[in-house]
């Protein structure tokens, strides 16, 4: 296989955040690979593209026929080392035809919108997952960065951390839609967050 799979980080949304090697990776592409807000966002006319939906199967499939001709550029939102399609196609594909362009998580993003250093955060999933018990331990001083769905958004994460001993006066930042023009960044307490400022597919900061 002599063609590469290049995974292309498009950053939280706006283009303004894509760096300027993977615009480069997209806008001289071939064939195409992402979701569909991304392909209608990035591609243009005389590329070969593929939505990518719920049959990853089938994403998996049309890579590796398009490969026979052309390197293809994959477009995952973010960076692609964190919670994206990367993970499927290490698992198909050989890793010497796999090429990765980072991108900036909408983690990354988040705390960088309050201005908060992250190395010493803990970062962890609620998007269609849940975290163990042990990596939720509250402690004075912690940080914790969390992405959301639509059953553990803001509102349902805030109780779930309280009832596991977190404090209920720990900041908690909820922002949203990050990069967009109606982005919104809401800093509250934790016992505040169980009920206002309700959002979903965020990211929330949590400070103990």
Request: with cysteine.
């Amino acid at each position: 296989m002599e063609h590469k799979i290049i995974v292309a980080g498009i950053g939280p949304g706006a283009k303004e955040y894509v760096i300027p090697m993977a615009m480069q990776a997209i806008n001289e592409a071939k064939v195409l690979v992402g979701g569909t807000r991304a392909l209608n966002e990035f591609s243009h006319q005389g590329q070969k593209t593929f939505a990518i939906k719920a049959d990853i199967t089938a994403v998996m499939d049309f890579i590796k026929v398009e490969l026979n001709d052309n390197d293809v550029v994959v477009m995952v939102s973010g960076d692609p080392g964190y919670y994206s399609l990367l993970s499927a196609l290490r698992k198909n594909f050989p890793l010497e035809n796999i090429k990765v362009i980072p991108g900036l998580s909408s983690m990354q993003t988040a705390f960088a919108k309050i201005a908060l250093p992250w190395q010493e955060a803990s970062l962890l999933s609620f998007h269609g997952r849940v975290p163990r018990d042990e990596d939720l331990k509250y402690y004075p001083g912690r940080i914790i960065g969390m992405l959301t769905d639509n059953k553990f958004n803001s509102n349902a994460i805030a109780t779930y951390l309280i009832a596991r001993g977190w404090d209920k006066n720990a900041r908690a930042y909820i922002c949203s839609r990050l990069s967009y023009p109606d982005e919104k960044i809401v800093s509250l307490s934790l016992d505040e967050a169980q009920t206002k400022a309700c959002a979903s597919h965020c990211v929330m900061i949590v400070e103990g």
